[in-house]
């Protein structure tokens, strides 16, 4: 009788002593980062599958903060080393705990930009499933290169779209500006891609102003710490679906603010 891969007995062993652990939404929930089981089934990540997840990786399902991710690798790391139940129960506990600490919710006037890269689904198509993830991550990059300059913060990378703050944590005047700015880098460098021969990528954009809530907005989870509630995420959801690819639409406020700029 052949020999098992050391590998595949290692995960079979990790699988049998989680037992009860050995679903991702249950493991997310552990940890205090519920709000990401969804992203995590989309991309059709399951138990199996931990093991082989990197920081990149957590950047496309759409883990942006740091810490986050942080949490999520020492977990990973336990279930690798075939760490007892009770090891992993002690690495999560303090972070379950700090994630339900109450925080104070802000109200701030915040410019929201909602971008999306153009027919991904098309492109999984056609494309091998990691070809296709390094395709997504150029476009993040992309991002994120674009909105920095402009000290837009990028709240989180939805799959293959991202969410961009203007004005928190950072305020300033012309945050308007500075996030209308930033879609037309987001443009131009896809343009600039296209150029250089590289396979083509369109985005869409909606940008809207206006009094929002930040903080922990009722589930008292870590990552609702970071997000924005109101309508003003929602109205820049809804222009950027609007958009046509290569487009960016600008709500009223927004585009008031900018006024010649």
Known sequence: MGSTDPSVRCHR???????????????????????????????????????????????VLGVAALGHRKRLLRSIAALNSGASPSQLAASVEPVAAASTAPRDAERRHL???????????????RLDPEDLQQ?????????ALAVAPYEGHVAQFLGDGALVYFGYPQAHEDDAARAVRSALGI????DARRARGDIELQTRIGVATGLVVIG?????????????????????A????????GEIVLADDTRKLVGDT
């Open 111 to 125: 410019t929201v930009m909602f971008c999306d890269m153009v027919g991904s689904t098309a492109l999984s198509g």
């Open 187 to 190: 443009v131009k460098a896809l």
């Open 238 to 245: 809804r222009l950027q679906a609007r958009a046509q690819p």
């Open 13 to 59: 062993t990790v699988v049998q002593r989680f037992g009860a652990m050995n679903d991702v939404e249950q493991w997310l929930q552990g940890l205090g980062l519920g709000v990401y089981a969804q992203a995590f089934a989309e991309q059709g990540i399951e138990f199996d599958l931990l093991g082989e997840l990197g920081d990149d990786d957590l950047k």
């Open 135 to 143: 395709l997504i991550r150029g476009y993040h990059e992309i991002v």
């Open 216 to 236: 922990e907005i009722g589930t008292g989870t870590a990552a609702a710490e970071r997000s924005a509630s109101g309508k003003t995420p929602n109205l820049a």
